[in-house]
């Protein structure tokens, strides 16, 4: 099956410990994206990747690190959380950046 | 600054009938335009994309672009109460910016 998967689903966390996101496709997709969505704002990008070993910032990168080493994963680092990244956090995939996204299932992490 | 915009709702409407989502964008090169589905709690799924001026049909959905106007809306014809969701405007820039840009969402609400 064709799918985005994350993990974890759901995270509590406290302030300043260092943790990470996971995402994996089986799409063979150039593109990922990592979003975090806050009631009232919609989605905002944090990175992207355009293919294996190129990232960029999207609007809202600060407090945040990605890494593409390989076409499948594209992992969320959050060196030090604070409780303003408490969000709901959504990866996504597509073969271009012009062609539909799909979605894995978010990740809500609370930063106390 | 590179805007997409949505009226937030929520839009109720009866069983049946036809719900009119509108979105307008301030990026005149933009090129490709997408709707999104998102129920609560769950991630966004596409409903429709368009990249042509005019009307694009599938099944019950209409996407229709006018570029002169910058506005990109989406009818859903019979509604049903299972179309009651988040809808999410995307809109992707010209040039090197290889991101989309999301609207805030409108909020559906079909009333059986």
């Known amino acids: 099956e064709a799918q985005v998967t994350q993990n974890p689903r759901y995270l509590i966390t406290v302030t300043g410990k260092k943790l990470t996101v996971t995402c994996s496709q089986n799409m063979n997709h150039e593109y990922m994206s990592w979003y975090r969505q806050d009631p009232g704002l919609g989605l905002r990008q944090i990175y992207y990747s355009m293919n294996v070993e190129v990232t960029d910032k999207g609007d809202v990168p600060e407090g945040y690190k990605v890494s593409r080493k390989e076409k499948r994963n594209f992992p969320l680092i959050l060196e030090s959380p604070s409780p303003n990244q408490t969000s709901l956090y959504f990866c996504?995939?597509?073969?271009?950046?012009?062609?539909?996204?799909?979605f894995g299932p978010g990740t809500r992490l609370t930063v106390t | 600054q590179k805007e997409v915009e949505q009226n937030s709702g929520p839009l109720s409407v009866p069983e049946g009938a036809i719900a009119s989502l509108n979105c307008t964008y301030s990026?005149?090169?933009?090129?490709?335009f997408f709707w999104y589905r998102q129920y609560s709690g769950k991630s966004p799924e596409l409903i429709m994309f368009i990249y042509s001026n005019g009307d694009k049909e599938d099944g019950r959905f209409t996407a229709q672009l006018n570029k002169a106007s910058q506005y990109v809306s989406l009818l859903i014809r019979d509604s049903q109460p299972s179309d009651s969701a988040t809808y999410l405007c995307?809109?992707?820039?010209?040039?090197?910016?290889?991101?989309?840009?999301w609207g805030a969402g409108t909020k559906l609400i079909i009333k059986p």
């Open positions: 990026d005149r090169g933009s090129q490709s």
């Open positions: 995307a809109v992707n820039g010209a040039g090197s910016n290889y991101q989309l840009i």
């Open positions: 996504a995939s597509s073969l271009d950046f012009s062609y539909e996204q799909y």
